[in-house]
C-alpha cells in the first residue's frame, strides 16, 4: 500500500493524546479537591527532588475573536480585568505551596491563552515574580510564552525576559490577506518580522510558529507564499497542524460554510506542500505536528529519547508534575488529572475564598498508567517495549492490527518490541490508537469526539 493510500485510510477521528485517558473518558464526576491534593502530594514528593515541576497558567483574555480558534477565551477590551484575574493566580498557587510542604523545583513554566499578551509587561512581570517568590529554579528550567504578532510589543518580550523567558511562540497560521480575514486574525508580514527579529535581539534562543494548515480559504498558492515568508524568518520550530472544524463547539467557526473549507483531498494536498517545504528548510519531524531546526533544544531531546508530551504538547523536560493554573487549567499529577471551571468568574470566586473548584477530573489505575506509559513511548521516543506489565493490558486483538501495521511499513515490530519507522512518523496518533482501551471498549465514541489525523 503506498502513502497515499495509507493517509486515505488512516485519517480518521483519533486522539492527539495529550493525555491518556483522553478527557472524554474522564466521566461526569466531579473530583474531591481533598483527594487531588493528596495525589499532588505524592507526585510532588517523588519527583521534585529530581526532575522538578511544571507550570502552565491559562490566561484566556483577547482583545478580539479569531474565528478558527476553538481555546477557551474571553473577548474584551476591558484591561481592568487583569488585576484580579493575577491575583486569583497567585492565590491559586498558594493552595499547591501549603500542599507541597517544601520548596518547588520549578523546571518548566509556559504562558498559554486565550493572549498572554493581552496582559501588560508590568502585570505579567508581577505574575511570573509572584510564582517564582516561594519555588528554587532548575538549573535547565526553561520558561515560554505564546504571543500574538499584533500585540507582543518589546516591552512584553523585554519583561519577560527580564524574569527568565528565552522561548516565545508566535501564532502566525497563514500570511494570505484573504485567509486573514475569514478567520479574523490580520498581521502582516511585516508585523511578524518585525517581533520575531526583536525576540533574537533581546536574546531569546528559540521562536516557534504556529502554522496551519485546512483553513477557510486557504489554497496551494497561500501555503507555498507563507512558507517563502517563513523561510526568510527561520523560526527554530515550527508547529504545523491541522484545522479542526468543529462548530458545534466553537460559535466562532458558523461566521463560514462548509464550503469555505478545503475538502479532503485539497486539505492533504495542503499538507503535502507544508511537508515537503519544511523537508526543504531542514526542520525535523519531532513528533505530532512539531518540526525544529537541528540547533533547537526539541530536536536535541528527541535524539537523546528525553522528549515529554502532556497538555502543553511536546517538551524538552520530563516532569511528572505539571500543576495548571487559570480557568479550564488542566493539571497532570501522574496519577491523576484534574481541571478548573471554565468560567472566570467562578474561578475567582473560589480561589478569593482559597479553595479549588475542580469540575473535571480522573485518578489512574493500574492498566491505566501501563497504557498511558506505552502511548507516550510511542509518541516521544518512537519505540515501545513490550514489559510484562504492559502485555497483561494489551487486548488480544492488538497483534492482529499491529501486523498489519508492520506490513505497511509504518512500523517494525517483533515480540519484544515496537519501533516506528520514518513513514511511519505521519501516523503516531493511529499506532497509538490500537493501545487505547478506553477508546476501543467505549460505547460513546464518535466522529465528532477528536480531529482527523491528518
Partial sequence: MNKEHLIEKYNVPVPRYTSYPTVPFWGDTKPNASEWLKVVKRTFDESNSTNGISIYVHLPYCEQLCTYCACTKVISRDHGVEDNYIDALIREWKIYLNTFGQKPILRELHLGGGTPTFFSPENLKRLINGLKENADLHPKYEFSFEGHPNNTSRAHLQALYDVGFRRVSYGVQDFDPEVQRVINRKQSFEIVKEVTEAAREIGYHSVNFDLIYGLPKQKISSVRDTFKKVAELKPDRIAYYSYAHVPWKTKGQRMFTDADIPDSADKRALYDLGKEKLAELNYSDIGMDHFSLPHDELYAAREEKRLHRNFMGYNTSHTELLIGLGASSISDAKY???????????????????????????????????????????????????????????????????????????????????????????????????????????????????????
Fill in 336 to 454: 491523576a488529572y484534574a481541571q478548573n471551571p471554565k468560567e472566570i468568574s467562578r474561578y475567582i470566586t473560589a480561589c478569593k475564598k482559597n479553595e479549588l473548584d475542580l469540575v473535571k477530573g480522573y485518578f489512574l489505575s493500574d492498566e491505566d498508567l501501563s497504557v498511558k506509559r506505552a502511548i507516550l513511548d510511542i509518541t516521544c521516543r518512537r519505540e515501545l517495549f513490550f514489559t510484562d506489565e504492559l502485555k497483561k493490558h494489551l487486548p488480544d486483538k492488538i497483534t492482529e492490527e499491529l501486523s498489519v501495521m508492520k506490513e505497511e511499513g509504518i512500523i517494525e515490530l517483533d515480540k519484544e518490541k515496537l519501533i516506528v519507522t520514518d513513514l511511519g512518523m505521519i501516523f503516531l496518533r493511529n499506532i497509538a490508537k490500537p493501545f487505547d482501551n478506553k477508546l476501543r471498549y467505549s460505547q460513546k465514541g464518535n466522529n465528532n469526539m477528536f480531529s482527523k489525523a491528518i
